[in-house]
């Protein structure tokens, strides 16, 4: 499947579901509404949006939204294929450190596609999040 491609048709059951999961978004603070899905290995898509709260330490990405839902699910390492982020800004919007991290755990090659309402953009998150902390790393 042609995930390298950020225009082929295989994206857009996930930048659908990201939009839909964007309209869900809990942002009352910052009023920046973000869309997640992501793409299981049994091709079962799971969206997540961002999740703010009046303690705003506390507030959560819709990346990982996507993730710990998809976990739930009985999503394992491995099982992660692509995920698509979409918001309204000018500038796409890449995952912030904490959900690279985060993903790191159940991807390595991971095709990300970043979109607003008119622009795309692929990128992949070895290269934004190169030479991880993984769970490798605690092998004694
Ligand atoms: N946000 C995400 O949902 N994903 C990111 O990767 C970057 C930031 C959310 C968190 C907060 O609700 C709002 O965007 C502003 O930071």
Known sequence: MAFSDPHSQVW????GAAWRAWASAYAPYSGFRVGAALLRADGSIVPGCNVENASYPVSQCAE?????A???Q???V???LALAVVT????L???CGACRQVLA?????LPILLANRTDRSLCDLRDLLPQAFTGRHLAR
């Open 12 to 15: 857009e059951p996930l930048v």
């Open 64 to 68: 990982r939204t996507a993730v710990c």
């Open 70 to 72: 998809a976990v739930s």
């Open 74 to 76: 009985g999503m394992a």
């Open 78 to 80: 491995g099982d992660l």
């Open 88 to 91: 309204e800004a000018g500038e």
């Open 93 to 95: 919007t890449p995952p």
């Open 105 to 109: 755990e159940f991807a390595g090659e």
